[in-house]
């Protein structure tokens, strides 16, 4: 098994910065990719940014790319999501998600793709 943990998530004005730290606990050995995802109330939960094992490769969501860089150190067992540019639209509850599943990469934009989720911590971003 494998616990997730977020922090940094709060109050930012549009146009601010926001990074995101999500910390893995457990079985670290065995994750692959990891991944961010957000909801807004009243709606489904969406892909933002997810990372190889490695950290080699990326993938984003249209709307946050240019804008959020994702990234991890595997040897602190976390991952990271810078924010910058924040627009209202970004406010949501950010969840960080972790897999080990030895597949290749891929697009894993789904939640579907994703076996561990933390508990989400909020990002606000005022007009």
């Known amino acids: 098994q494998v616990q997730l943990a977020e922090s940094g998530g709060g109050l930012v004005q549009a146009g601010g910065s926001l990074k995101l730290s999500c910390v893995a606990s457990?079985?670290?050995?065995?994750?692959?990719?990891m991944g961010w995802f957000r909801q807004a109330p009243g709606k489904e939960r969406e892909f933002v940014a997810a990372i190889s094992r490695g950290g080699g490769t990326t993938l984003y969501a249209h709307s946050v790319k240019g804008r959020f860089t994702i990234s991890r150190d595997n040897a602190e067992n976390s991952e990271y999501l810078q924010m910058n540019s924040l627009k209202p639209d970004d406010t949501a509850v950010y969840y960080c998600a972790a897999d080990d599943s030895p597949r290749y990469f891929g697009t894993p934009a789904s939640t579907f793709d994703y076996k561990y989720w933390g508990q989400g911590t909020q990002v606000t971003v005022s007009s």
């Open positions: 457990g079985r670290t050995d065995d994750i692959s990719f």
